[in-house]
Structure formats: structure tokens, C-alpha cells
């Protein structure tokens, strides 16, 4: 068997070793010298990426997975990367992200989060920065100096202040959904969708339900206490129990082959136990 994990954060983190590129040490030192996301005296479990959920998942069907999960950027960049690295699979699981991250021939994690704070040069800017040109971000931009990043962010922090069209990137970003969609179903796919945040429509606007396999009633984020990713104990921005929980719940959709398309209720793993106003208005976590 063959699985794909398509998407952003909430699948970037897939088993030891992932994502490529990643760079736990230059982490570590980066979390303490600006003092963001864990402690000095913090410790790391020796097994804390031996819960991520899509390893999980592949380990219980003894599968193999390809690896297409992004952290911060749009999905497109996702999903060319899947176009150039797919295998024939037999199950694709799609993390869809919301549609206002800008999409560059650098690949970056371009999102409103990630901008303002290397602009403002928080402790949390500088670290996402360093960590940008040392990270897995650097197999993607080829090699860009620190100076050359920031100039990047300000250019697309003025892009998007003075120029872009957000209404426009909801519906580009819909269109995208359903071009892949329609792929999947020509090529006779099996898929899994989640939105990884709240989806993002105008009134005016069906929600994209696939027809290519059922998508989740509840966006990721919602299930998860939106953990800095920034820890590296916590992966996907989630728990071990919740890493476990997700990955129960996609073993049984797949077990079962419960893959008609819809809409799937998933409050059998996850209880609904938030409301949309328990959640910071507008966030969006890279």
C-alpha cells in the first residue's frame, strides 16, 4: 500500500526525519537563544516523532508514504510538490490550508503570521528567519541569505497591503481545490480531505465538498490547542494524544474504506467541545 500526506503543518511532521530538511539541533539553539517556544529546562521525550500522526498510520498498514506536507505555505506548493513526487498511491490525504498565503517562486511559508512578526523583528521573527535560511525552507528557496528573505517579507507585506486582492485569493484557491478534485476523481483516486482551518467562502459560495473522497466537518485547528510549532515536541500542532486520536480516526475511514464523498462527522474521535468563539479571531498559524 501507498499513502500520500498532502498538504501543510497539520501533516508536515510524518516519523523521525521529517520534514526533509528539518534541522532539530539549529532549533534547539535558535528556541533558546530568543527564548520562544521552549525552556532551557524543558525536556524532549526521546520519542516525540515517534507519535506523529501520519507515521502512525503508515506504520499500521505497513505503507508507504510519500511526503508532501509543507509547513506555512500555500497549497499549491504542496501540491506541485506531489505532482512531482507521487507514486501511483493508493490513498491520498489531503490538509488543506487557507487561501491567503502567497504563493512564490521561492516557495517560503509567505503567511500573514510570518510576515508581520520578521518585520517587526519580534524574538519569534528572528528565529523564524534564521531558521528560513538554515531550515527545511532552504531546499526550496535554493540558498537565500538572511538579508535576502527580509527583503522578500517587505515586499510582499506592501503586496499585500496596497495590492492584493483577498477576495480573489479565496476563489482562486477554491478553484485550485476543485482542479484537484477533478483530478483525483479522473485518475480513479482514493482521498481523505481535511480543512486545516475554518474554510475560508463568500456567501455566495458552495463549501468545497469534494467528490473525490469525504472531507471533515471539523478544520484541524479546531481540534488542536494551535501548539507553537515552534516546540519541536509538538508536531502537526498537536498533543500525542491527539496525534493518536487522528490517527485512529484515519485507520478506521481507510480500514472500513469509508470513502464516499461528503461530508464525514468526526466527533466520534474528536467531541466537539469548542466554539468558534474560543478561537482568537482572524488567527492564522503558519
Keep these: 500500500m501507498k499513502i500520500a500526506f498532502v498538504g501543510d503543518s497539520f501533516c508536515a511532521h510524518a516519523g523521525p526525519g521529517t520534514p526533509a530538511g528539518e534541522d532539530l539541533e539549529l532549533g534547539l539553539e535558535l528556541n533558546k537563544k530568543y527564548g520562544v517556544g521552549i525552556r532551557q529546562d524543558d525536556v524532549i521525550p526521546d520519542d516525540f516523532d515517534q507519535y506523529d500522526w501520519p507515521y502512525l498510520v503508515t506504520k499500521h498498514f505497513n505503507a508507504e ?17 506531489f505532482q512531482r513526487k507521487t507514486r501511483d498511491e493508493d490513498y491520498i490525504i489531503f490538509c488543506v490550508t487557507e487561501p491567503f498565503r502567497m504563493i512564490n517562486k521561492y516557495k517560503l511559508p509567505i503567511n500573514t503570521f ?14 523564524m528567519l534564521e531558521y528560513s535560511v538554515g531550515g527545511p525552507d532552504s531546499l526550496r528557496h535554493g540558498g537565500l541569505t538572511k538579508s535576502q528573505i527580509v527583503d522578500i517579507v517587505i515586499h510582499a ?35 481523505l480531505w481535511f480543512n486545516s482551518f475554518k474554510e475560508f467562502k463568500h456567501d455566495w459560495m458552495k463549501p468545497f465538498v469534494p467528490r473525490s473522497g469525504p472531507i471533515g466537518n471539523q478544520d484541524l485547528f479546531s481540534i488542536t490547542k494551535g501548539r507553537d510549532h515552534n516546540d519541536p515536541s509538538a508536531r502537526n500542532h498537536m498533543s500525542k494524544d491527539e496525534q493518536i486520536t487522528m490517527s485512529k480516526m484515519v485507520i478506521d475511514i481507510l480500514e472500513h474504506d469509508d470513502l464516499e ?3 464525514f462527522v468526526m466527533d466520534k474521535w474528536f467531541p466537539v467541545v469548542r466554539k468558534d468563539s474560543d478561537i482568537i479571531d482572524g488567527f492564522i498559524y503558519p
Design 65 to 81: 508514504p510519500t511526503h508532501c506536507g509543507i509547513q506555512g505555505v500555500n497549497f499549491y506548493h504542496s501540491f506541485e510538490m
Design 114 to 127: 510570518w510576515i508581520d512578526e520578521i518585520v517587526a523583528q519580534t524574538d519569534r521573527g528572528k528565529l
Design 157 to 191: 507585506r506592501n503586496y499585500g497591503r496596497t495590492m492584493m486582492d483577498e477576495d480573489a485569493a479565496i476563489v482562486m484557491h477554491h478553484a485550485l481545490l476543485m482542479y484537484v478534485d477533478n483530478m483525483m476523481v479522473e485518475k480513479g483516486k482514493k482521498c
Design 261 to 263: 464523498d461528503g461530508i
